[in-house]
């Protein structure tokens, strides 16, 4: 396979760009994320990768929770917030006001325009992400009107 051939044609998938956050009982994590997508209507499910090396993977694989909270087109600069380490203090991560998900205490970013909550029913492990499929159990509005924030409008990539 000719590597570049094979880095273009993947990198031409459409992505979002997402922040999801993780639980276990009184530990937070954080991560950027755009490899997510719905998988099924009934039951709402969702499908991630999140690398193995992260916090968040670690907290979901002991929680079985997760959170993601979508970015808005206009907010990158909020983004790349989530593309360290998380550092909590009081009722911020990264920097940013959270508030607890109502269904599985995983951080919900207050700035940002959507939000879901998830139980994970199955995980792939492969490779140097872990797929988790998780049931949608929570969902929020908090300006419908906001358009998401795609990868490709970033000038960023990830995959290939």
């Not at 998938?13 to 956050?21: D, E, M, P, Q, R």
């Not at 929770?65 to 990158?76: E, P, R, S, T, Y």
């Not at 205490?105 to 325009?113: A, F, M």
């Amino acid at each position: 396979m000719d590597p570049q051939a094979k880095k273009t044609a993947l990198r031409a998938i459409t992505y979002g760009l997402y922040v999801l956050t993780a639980r276990d009982g009184d530990e937070l994590a954080a991560a950027g994320v755009n490899w997510l997508t719905q998988a099924s209507f009934e039951p709402p499910l969702v499908v991630t990768a999140v690398k193995t090396d992260n916090d968040s993977h670690r907290l979901i694989e002991a929680s079985g929770v997760f959170a993601v909270n979508v970015l808005g087109k206009d907010q990158l600069d909020i983004g790349k917030a989530f593309f360290r380490t998380s550092t909590v203090e009081g009722d911020t991560i990264n920097g940013y006001r959270f508030e607890p998900g109502p269904e599985t205490g995983c951080p919900l970013i207050v700035e940002l325009p959507y939000w879901f909550e998830c139980r994970v029913t199955d995980t792939v492990k492969r490779g140097d992400h872990t797929v988790f499929v998780a049931e949608t159990v929570g969902a929020g509005v908090r300006d419908e009107t906001v358009l998401p924030l795609v990868l490709r409008d970033t000038g960023m990539n990830y995959g290939g």
